[in-house]
């Protein structure tokens, strides 16, 4: 099977994506997903993007680790989707379905931005919040001391315009960036300083701007097609 994709960046946080409301894929089993995201043995990605059809909005978009599990949300992913969307549809804005909601994207000035919806704090420490958007965040405010089973941002500095963030994703390991892992950092430093700013998030492969609220975030930044082909899969 001769399978088309697309690869892209934001940040650094680089994505593989699969057009299945055009193309026919095979299953998508985690031997499948793995062979994909290997850096080695295949494009190489640390997710997985699907896109398919859907009756709520423009594309629903499937999420797969490096890993080979799946995740629920992705900020980054759904800038790269929305852009690749709208020249694909000739529009300047695309909804996008995800398990939980479904986000709005539109091209700005600043690259590609999407309406992230609600965000919910699950848990504060004198260390952490726990934030979900979809996928479930810890953001310490110190050097973390535990890894459970949720993305991981640690906060090394932040003032109330700027946060320099470092990021562990499930299921990816550390990456360059990750467009919900800003919106959980904003999110935390919101909820510590009881002030909501528009945040710029310096991660390691570049920054996001966070602004909205707790209850209607909104991130942006720049994406970058990085080059497009086919494989042959042998099932």
């Not at 504060?124 to 405010?141: A, E, K, M």
Request: aromatic residues 6%; negative net charge; glycine residues 8%.
């Amino acid at each position: 099977m001769n399978i088309p994709f697309v690869k892209m960046q934001a940040q650094g946080n680089d994505f593989v994506i699969l057009d299945g409301m055009d193309d026919t894929l095979p299953a998508l089993t985690q031997a499948f997903i793995k062979h994909i995201c290997d850096r080695h043995l295949g494009m190489g990605c640390d997710q997985l993007l699907v896109l398919q059809a859907s009756d709520k909005a423009d594309a629903l978009m499937l999420i797969y680790n490096a890993d080979g599990s799946q995740a629920a949300n992705c900020g980054n992913g759904l800038r790269c989707v929305g852009d690749l969307l709208m020249r694909k549809l000739d529009a300047d804005q695309v909804s996008i379905a995800l398990a939980d909601r479904v986000v709005e994207a539109k091209r700005t000035s600043q690259g590609v931005q999407v309406a992230m919806g609600k965000a919910n704090i699950e848990e504060v420490s004198d260390d952490y919040t726990d934030v979900l958007i979809g996928n479930p965040h810890r953001v310490y405010f110190k050097n973390p001391q535990a890894f459970p089973e949720r993305n991981v941002e640690t906060i090394h500095e932040y003032d109330d315009k700027h946060a320099v963030i470092s990021i562990v994703e499930r299921g990816a390991g550390k990456t360059l960036a990750c467009g919900s892992g800003a919106c959980a950092t904003a999110v935390a430093i919101w909820h510590k300083t009881s002030a909501v700013n528009p945040l710029i998030i310096h991660m390691p492969g570049g920054d996001v701007v966070v602004s909205g609220d707790v209850d209607s975030l909104v991130v942006q930044g720049e994406v970058h097609h990085v080059f497009s082909g086919s494989f042959q899969w042998v099932c």
